[in-house]
């Protein structure tokens, strides 16, 4: 049997083995999924088991997906965009290659096409950057975002204006924030609506949601609740909405065709998904 988990910390309620194992399944694979949680200083041990018991593959969460990278023998093209690695396959003679599928996790979802539109982003954190990638590949006109620490975003922003000097790009204060009459696609990257964090908030009040275009889409990349006051907020107005679960499954998706060379179902993964969110009694990050 082909064995997989996923690795980070703390991750005791990850839903990740509900969706991945409805994935082999779809494709009649038998292999099990397992949570290994693993401290940052217990990685370089955690390495080694994963070799020596002959895992196939893991997905890689937060705080690891910058620190995995040192162990990594190879990376693609967007693991090394996004800075950060989510997935990895361990071949036979044990080399490791790092991947980052929540570039096409998040472009998955999205409406046709964004070319020449104009895009929001909430947020500078890691899970910006894939998100900004991802944006800069489909050739988005602008990105604007906002938010809390400017400081702490230059480099960030410095690293986009040079990657795609074709993309203008805005950095703004996020309590500046007061119009969305131009932008096409507004993206929560921030915890802000987060069960077990934030879940009763919204990074954007209604006032400025109402200023949005009625064929904007929003996407929020939260999954816990499926449905947060943002996006519950954004379908009150009649506007399109993503939920981070379609994210989260469509990296997922994405992590099974690099580890076997074919697609699973999305829908069977995403109900898995939903099914194991509903059965949690308890609040989690």
């Not at 969706?19 to 399944?25: E, S, T, V």
């Not at 981070?244 to 074919?262: E, H, P, S």
């Amino acid at each position: 049997m082909l064995k997989f988990a996923i690795l980070g910390y703390p991750i005791g309620h990850s839903i990740s083995p509900q969706i991945h194992k409805a994935g082999f399944a779809s494709l009649g694979i038998d292999a099990e999924y397992e949570i290994l949680e693993t401290a940052p200083e217990n990685l370089v041990d955690r390495i080694r088991d994963l070799k020596i018991n002959d895992y196939a593959g893991v997905n890689v969460t937060i705080p690891l997906k910058v620190k995995i990278a040192i162990f990594v023998d190879e990376v693609d093209k967007n693991a090394d965009l996004a800075g950060a690695i989510n997935t990895i396959k361990i071949g036979p003679d044990k080399t490791i290659y790092g991947y980052n599928t929540d570039i096409t996790g998040f472009k998955s979802p999205l409406p046709p096409s964004l070319e020449g539109k104009e895009v929001t982003i909430l947020g500078t954190g890691g899970a910006s950057r894939a998100v900004t990638v991802a944006c800069t590949e489909l050739g988005v006109k602008k990105i604007n975002f906002y938010t809390r620490n400017i400081p702490n975003a230059l480099d960030f922003v410095k690293f986009f204006r040079e990657l795609a000097p074709q993309t203008e790009i805005t950095l703004n204060q996020i309590e500046t924030l007061k119009d969305l009459s131009t932008t096409n696609l507004l993206v929560n990257t921030t915890p802000i609506g987060m069960k077990g964090h934030s879940a009763d908030k919204t990074p954007v009040t209604g006032k400025v949601l109402e200023t949005l275009p009625k064929d904007a889409t929003v996407y929020d990349i939260v999954y816990n609740p499926t449905e947060t006051v943002l996006l519950e907020n954004a379908r009150h107005l009649g506007l399109h909405t993503i939920s981070g679960l379609d994210m989260l499954v469509a990296q997922a998706v994405a992590a099974q065709k690099i580890w076997f060379g074919r697609t699973p179902d999305f829908e069977k993964m995403k109900i898995a998904g939903e099914r194991a969110l509903s059965s949690y009694k308890i609040d989690y990050m």
